[in-house]
């Protein structure tokens, strides 16, 4: 066993990574959300000597320290064989401030501009109850924009005014973030743009695709499928009377929408399309709201409307049917001599008087009667609204995937993984050692380049005694995993695998709830950052 | 510095002992339960055997249309094949760096060859306490030996030693035996006063 001694102390070997290249020690996987430049206080960890949060401090600014300790001691020559070089560095350097004054400049301007209004507009309610932003996914994109600039904007100022004896952690998370967000945008600008050409020059060809896809399967195709219902579908003989009651109540209501759609809308459709195709190209001049998120909001929004007459029929549908279901329910509780405690929640027996019993028995036969038709027409727009609600979901998806994918920290964990670090290792390296040492004694190491350093890091020494190889630790850092760089896509997959799961879905249809999309507020940039912040 | 076997009845597992640090490895062989002494391995190194199959893509991949499913499906086959061969465990290592932490290591790669090597580490200052639990594994009840440590904001996380093989008893008792010596260690010496 070993025998050390309290007093003993031994040598951790580390790379000292100089302060430009961005690369830092964590203890822990680092919070690359939102607000990675809040610095979130990590808990006291036991007063134990060893690796801690201050140790790992100490070694971050290692290089800073090494240079305040170095730099009286530089020698004339040095300066002057590289004063030539300074001064390209110098222009260069002078070049870069004025270009990121100036694009500070140009965002602190459309900041002051578009930001107020815009989240003004996107936070009317409208009847005094709903939030305008919650009624349409474009509105809600717009904020989500406006909130991606505002702390573009937050982000840029501190970063603009680097101190030399700053945090190197910090700075590198917060490059991390902004650069992300700006690489983001540019992409959906440019993404935006391309299809925003495309949309401008076949607008009329699209609007009259889109115009026959209308006509022909949210118009007509229900109206036909309403008729078969009506007409004993499938050699079923559903109720005459309800069955031609709902099946001219739904024509009527699907002739009206039609009716509006082709008298208002399509006239306009073509020029509607040249508009979107305009936004999605040119609306990031104003305030930086365009590009292919806008479209893809722009066009969810289309989608809802052009079907609010099935969503209408689906809501009227899945009163009948839950409140048949409910009756039927309740009325079988009848028959078998239980009823329902409202106060416990939960099934009692329960003695009927005999005319009870009998009028239980009458409309527990109206209502079996009549529940296979209201179901066949509740099936009919439940299985509509569900091919509704899986285009939306994949169009929110598609979104989501633009507005906040990792992409800056998943090219830079592979091209630097050490800038990116979810903890630290000891790597063994071997060195030769004098026979008679107890410790290895080498020379001053500033390892600023890559590992390498310690694979060259065999010193010699003057051995009288057969040198003897040994392994020594020399710390690392560990580059993050990729499942914690889609942290945030995680949480975003597990909130739309609940609410979109399929036996969730299922068992909604049976029941005769009301299927929705999932809540914008759930999807929302802030709340995973939120969220990052909890955890 | 030199590795021992302290354990008779099982043999992959080695010691070994330095001045910096102490490793503990488990390999991925054991000897047959039934007292034969017959060694049983999971790894296989490139025998004959694996060479068939480069045999049957290099003759199937000209015989099938260019660009149509059954060459995509004969690409995916392979590598799923190179990746299942190459990531073979070989061995796993809890190593103790005294004052520092403990270190869990798992190499994989083409047997003998060592490919990827992961890592992770804990810190004394975040390190609880190292526990032998047992848990349900398929059909099977297996001990483990686990690290605990802090989590962000107070929480326990797990760090499972040995996770791939997952050695049976006698070892995680002699690796649990050395680590609450060093635990202890440790905690003796922070108690003091500075």
């Known amino acids: 066993m070993m025998h050390r001694e309290a007093t003993g102390y031994n040598i951790v070997y580390y790379h000292r990574h100089p302060a430009s290249s961005l690369r830092f020690y964590s203890i822990d996987a680092p919070n690359l959300g939102v607000d990675a430049f809040n610095d979130v206080a990590t808990p006291m960890s036991r007063q134990r000597s060893g690796i801690n949060q201050d140790v790992v401090k100490q070694l971050n600014v290692a290089s800073i320290i090494n240079a305040a300790v170095l730099k009286p001691s530089s020698t004339s020559s040095v300066l002057n064989v590289t004063h030539s070089g300074s001064t390209i560095n110098h222009t260069t350097k002078t070049i870069t401030i004025q270009m990121s004054t100036l694009l500070f400049k140009a965002l602190s301007m459309s900041q002051s501009t578009f930001s107020r209004p815009a989240q003004s507009i996107c936070n009317t309610h409208v009847l005094s109850k709903f939030l305008l932003k919650d009624m349409s996914l474009s509105v809600q994109q717009m904020d989500v924009r406006v909130e991606q600039l505002a702390i573009l904007w937050r982000q840029m100022a501190a970063l603009r005014f680097r101190k030399e004896g700053g945090r190197v952690e910090i700075y590198s998370k917060e490059y991390t973030s902004f650069f992300n967000t700006v690489w983001l945008i540019l992409n959906d600008i440019t993404i935006g743009y391309a299809f925003g050409n495309f949309l401008c020059e076949n607008h009329e060809v699209l609007a009259t695709i889109l115009k026959e896809f209308v006509e022909d399967i949210l118009i007509l195709w229900p109206q036909r499928a309403l008729c078969w219902l009506d007409s004993w579908p499938a050699g079923l003989k559903l109720n005459t009377e309800l069955s031609s009651f709902y099946s001219g109540t739904f024509v009527d209501l699907v002739n009206v929408w039609g009716g509006v759609l082709r008298h208002i ?255 914008g507020s759930e999807i929302r940039y802030d709340k995973i950052g939120n969220h990052s912040k909890e955890s | 510095m030199q590795r021992v076997h302290p354990l008779q009845t099982n043999p992959e597992f080695s010691i070994l002992r330095t001045d910096y640090f102490h490793e503990y490895r488990v390999e991925n062989w054991h000897l047959a339960r039934d007292g034969s002494g017959s060694v049983i391995r999971h790894t296989s190194p ?26 995509a499906l004969i690409l995916l086959t392979t590598i799923f094949f190179v990746w299942t061969r190459c990531t073979q465990v070989i061995h796993e290592s809890v190593i103790v760096l005294p004052e520092h932490g403990i270190q869990l290591e798992t190499h994989k790669g083409l047997p003998p060859l060592t490919l990827f090597i992961t890592r992770r580490f804990v810190p004394y200052t975040i390190l609880r306490d190292v526990v032998i639990n047992e848990g349900i594994k398929r059909w099977d009840i297996r001990y483990y030996l686990v690290a605990l440590k802090e989590g962000a904001t107070g929480s326990v996380g797990l760090e499972v030693c040995f996770p791939n093989i997952l050695p049976h008893f006698p070892i995680l008792l002699q690796v649990y035996r050395d680590l609450r010596e060093f635990v202890a260690l440790q905690m003796s010496l922070s108690s003091q006063p500075p």
């Open chain 2, 46 to 71: 490139w025998s004959w055997k694996h060479s068939i199959i480069p045999l049957i893509i290099s003759i199937s991949w000209p015989k099938v249309r260019a660009g149509s499913f059954a060459r």
């Open chain 1, 265 to 519: 809308i399509f006239p306009y459709l073509s020029n509607t399309i040249y508009i979107f195709g305009l936004v999605s190209s040119f609306g990031a001049l104003i305030g930086g709201m365009g590009g292919m998120t806008m479209s893809i909001a722009l066009f969810y929004d289309m989608f809802v409307f052009f079907t609010l007459h099935i969503y209408v029929c689906y809501v009227i549908a899945v009163v009948a049917f839950e409140k048949a279901l409910w009756g039927l329910g309740s009325l079988w509780r009848l028959f078998r001599g239980k009823r329902f405690n409202v106060l416990r929640n939960r099934t009692d027996s329960w003695e009927y008087d005999t005319d009870q019993l009998l009028f239980g028995t009458i409309l527990f036969t109206l209502l079996a009667f009549l529940f296979p038709t209201v179901l066949a027409y509740y099936a009919l727009f439940a299985l509509l609204r569900l091919s509704m609600i899986l285009t939306q979901a994949s169009l929110e998806i598609q979104l989501a995937f633009m507005n906040h994918f990792p992409l800056f920290a998943l090219v830079l964990r592979l091209k630097d993984p050490w800038r990116v670090p979810g903890g630290m290792y000891f790597d063994f390296v071997e060195v030769i050692v004098h026979a008679d040492a107890n410790e290895v004694a080498s020379g001053g190491e500033d390892e600023s380049n890559s590992n390498e350093a310690s694979r060259r890091s065999r010193r010699q020494f003057e051995y009288t005694k057969d040198p003897v190889t040994t392994l020594i630790p020399v710390m690392k850092n560990q580059p993050v995993t990729f499942q914690r760089i889609f942290f945030q896509y995680t949480r975003l997959w597990s909130q739309l695998a609940s609410h979109y799961h399929p036996f969730r879905l299922l068992k909604s249809l049976l029941l005769g709830r009301l299927l929705v999309p999932i809540p």
